[in-house]
């Protein structure tokens, strides 16, 4: 069955309010596919489903949604979750952790302009430290989400938040649970939510707001004690300094007329360990812009379109997981950003033997500037 239309003299007006009900119908449909593994578990992984409530404020980040912003913002999740807590699941972030799916939809209480947001996202959580009945975690995740508001020049111009319907949500939420049974866990969080289309389509000023969290986490065959093994650390490092090299590339969409461009570059940083879990490095890099080129080339502009950055960050490693932050200045952009200091954050897993691949976000202020993926060596 198509999408739900109208036609009028305006063209095709969408029906939104039956869009809306195929998120929702879509996340029933998951939890039919993965009730039977939660209900089935019997092994060290094990299985749990969790309800949580969002209390928020929406931030004002930028002069061009401060009307907007200031303003509260609710929701509600429900999560499918997988706890790891054998040896192997140990050594492979170097320390216990659980991932699952989530489905959240936020509220922001503007139903004419902001609308509300459907969430599907994948997330890790590693635990930091347990204690009799608490457990301390940090949850980190994404996915892809629906809007149900977007902006539009003559509809709804003044939501700059949001340029696309699909957009991807990013959150990082730090938990205290505490064990009420063997098999039940009640939690409380303070959460950090972002969206943004990533740059892809403009306007992108994107949206974050923090959140206080209440949940519920039910496991049918008990949550795993956690009991850390005596072990061979193979993973020390061997070396105060290595090197890595990367390819990186994303996607941009100029309208009028609307085309896909290709962003691609390469880059260079030099690592220093200060410890096996915490180094620190410096960058150097270049991006090969066409979305930057195909605007030069409509105004007639002839300036350069490649863009070279260079700076310092430091990495987090969690077994063959790494999280890099990076602040860096171009000294060389004939045709200037928004600002001369932009920063970049990459998530990556080392595949093997110094090979990894991931995800990462480059923007400038608070203004998302490219979302893609990347390939690393590293030596």
Same mark, same amino acid.
Request: aromatic content about 18%; charged content about 20%; proline content about 4%.
């Given at each position: 069955?198509?999408?739900?239309?109208?036609?009028?003299?305006?063209?095709?007006?969408?029906?939104?309010?039956?869009?809306?009900?195929?998120?929702?119908?879509?996340?029933?449909?998951?939890?039919?596919?993965?009730?039977?593994?939660?209900?089935?578990?019997?092994?060290? $992984?094990?299985?749990?489903?969790?309800?949580?409530?969002?209390?928020?404020?929406?931030?004002?980040?930028?002069?061009?949604?401060?009307?907007?912003?200031?303003?509260?913002?609710?929701?509600?999740?429900?999560?499918?979750?997988?706890?790891?807590?054998?040896?192997?699941?140990?050594?492979?972030?170097?320390?216990?952790?659980?991932?699952?799916?989530? @489905?959240?939809?936020?509220?922001?209480?503007?139903?004419?302009?902001?609308?509300?947001?459907?969430?599907?996202?994948?997330?890790?959580?590693?635990?930091?430290?347990?204690?009799?009945?608490?457990?301390?975690?940090?949850?980190?995740?994404?996915?892809?989400?629906?809007?149900t508001r977007i902006y539009d020049p003559i509809d709804n111009p003044t939501n700059k938040f949001f340029g696309s319907p699909i957009s991807f949500p990013l959150?990082?939420?730090?938990?205290?649970?505490?064990?009420?049974?063997?098999?039940?866990?009640?939690?409380? +969080?303070?959460?950090?939510?972002?969206? +943004?289309?990533?740059?892809?389509?403009?306007?992108?000023?994107?949206?974050?707001?923090?959140?206080?969290?209440?949940?519920?986490?039910?496991?049918?065959?008990?949550?795993?004690?956690?009991?850390?093994?005596?072990?061979?650390?193979?993973?020390?490092?061997?070396?105060?300094?290595?090197?890595?090299?990367?390819?990186?590339?994303?996607?941009?969409?100029?309208?009028?007329?609307?085309?896909?461009?290709?962003?691609?570059?390469?880059?260079?940083?030099? @690592?220093?360990?200060? !410890?096996?879990?915490?180094?620190?490095?410096?960058? /150097?890099?270049?991006?090969?812009?066409?979305?930057?080129?195909?605007?030069?080339?409509?105004?007639?502009?002839? $300036?350069? @379109?490649?863009?070279?950055?260079?700076?310092?960050?430091?990495?987090?490693?969690?077994?063959?997981? !790494?999280?890099? %932050? /990076?602040?860096?200045?171009?000294?060389?952009?004939?045709?200037?950003?928004? /600002?001369?200091?932009?920063?970049?954050?990459?998530?990556?897993?080392?595949?093997?033997?110094?090979? !990894?691949?991931?995800?990462?976000?480059?923007?400038?202020?608070?203004?998302?500037?490219?979302?893609?993926? %990347?390939?690393?060596?590293?030596?």
């Amino acid at each position: 069955m198509g999408v739900p239309a109208i036609i009028t003299k305006k063209g095709i007006n969408i029906d939104r309010n039956k869009i809306m009900k195929r998120p929702l119908a879509l996340f029933f449909m998951a939890i039919v596919l993965l009730w039977p593994s939660f209900i089935l578990a019997n092994d060290d $992984r094990k299985r749990s489903l969790g309800i949580s409530f969002h209390a928020g404020y929406i931030l004002p980040h930028s002069d061009e949604i401060k009307a907007l912003a200031n303003k509260p913002a609710c929701g509600i999740a429900l999560q499918y979750q997988i706890w790891h807590g054998g040896k192997e699941d140990y050594e492979l972030f170097d320390c216990f952790w659980n991932a699952g799916f989530e @489905y959240r939809y936020f509220n922001f209480l503007n139903p004419k302009i902001l609308g509300s947001a459907h969430d599907f996202t994948l997330y890790l959580e590693p635990i930091l430290y347990q204690h009799s009945n608490f457990i301390f975690t940090s949850r980190l995740g994404t996915g892809i989400n629906y809007l149900t508001r977007i902006y539009d020049p003559i509809d709804n111009p003044t939501n700059k938040f949001f340029g696309s319907p699909i957009s991807f949500p990013l959150f990082i939420e730090g938990s205290m649970y505490y064990k009420v049974s063997e098999a039940s866990l009640i939690k409380i +969080s303070l959460a950090y939510n972002h969206i +943004s289309n990533g740059g892809i389509k403009q306007p992108n000023k994107g949206m974050n707001w923090p959140s206080i969290v209440l949940g519920y986490t039910f496991a049918k065959h008990g949550i795993p004690a956690f009991q850390r093994e005596e072990r061979d650390n193979l993973l020390l490092k061997k070396n105060n300094y290595r090197f890595s090299m990367y390819y990186f590339n994303s996607l941009k969409v100029i309208d009028s007329p609307k085309k896909l461009c290709y962003i691609y570059g390469v880059g260079l940083r030099y @690592y220093y360990s200060l !410890s096996y879990k915490y180094q620190l490095h410096a960058t /150097t890099e270049v991006y090969i812009d066409s979305y930057i080129k195909e605007n030069l080339l409509r105004w007639g502009d002839t $300036r350069d @379109y490649k863009r070279a950055g260079a700076g310092f960050g430091h990495a987090i490693n969690f077994g063959r997981l !790494s999280l890099t %932050q /990076t602040m860096a200045y171009y000294y060389y952009a004939p045709y200037p950003a928004m /600002t001369s200091f932009y920063h970049r954050h990459d998530l990556l897993f080392n595949l093997y033997k110094g090979i !990894s691949a991931g995800v990462f976000l480059k923007a400038h202020k608070h203004v998302a500037d490219l979302m893609g993926i %990347q390939m690393v060596y590293g030596w």
